[in-house]
């Protein structure tokens, strides 16, 4: 039969309230999340994991501001706040979040000159992660996904994972949206149109 995978999506610090790129209420997710977790024989993580200095943070544009979009080699990139640089608390996973069980951690955004936003590319579209191979040689052909942002990270995820092949549901109670000039609502027609489950 096949398996099913849950993805843990960028449950950082940076991204729970207090954090550096804090999503309203992201830490809500985590007991949601926890439950989860206990319900799926294989549980996957994602971690944000950016060099200082990486090409997606404002203070490496001058001039430029969080939140504004810059043009890239790959297409346009919103610029964020320095957040979830390795190493740092920031980048650390939820204090609550029980990831003992996960069975594979992708970190993703560490080029400097890219960012990733998917678990499955990076925002090039084209810059495999490696997860899919991983899926595959493990016969998964499902994934639920939740976490932080939903129109970021979650929601790039999830097309991707129909684009590569895969069923994908994502769990909105277990994900928490950023929502940048209507950002949320695009996101969720998009991933309505790519035949994601909305759970
Ligand atoms: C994310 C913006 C920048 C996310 C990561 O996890 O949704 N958003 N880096
Ligand atoms: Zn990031």
Sequence with gaps: MAEEALVVVDVQNDFCPGGALAVEAGDEVVPVINRLIQR??????????????????????????????????YGPQTLWPDHCVQGTPGAAFHAQLEWTRAELVIRKGFRRAIDSYSAFFENDHRTPTGLTGYLRERGIAKVTL????????????ALDARRQGFEATVVLEGCRG????????????RM????????
């Design 178 to 189: 950023i929502d940048i000039d209507g950002s949320l609502d695009a996101m969720m027609q």
């Design 192 to 199: 309505r149109e790519a035949g994601v489950v909305l759970a």
């Design 40 to 73: 799926f024989d294989h549980v996957i993580l994602t971690q944000d994991w950016h060099p200082a200095g990486h090409s997606s943070f404002a203070s490496s544009h001058p001039g430029r501001r969080p939140f504004e979009t810059v043009e890239m080699p």
């Design 146 to 157: 939740a976490g932080l942002a939903t129109d970021f990270c979650v929601g790039f995820s």
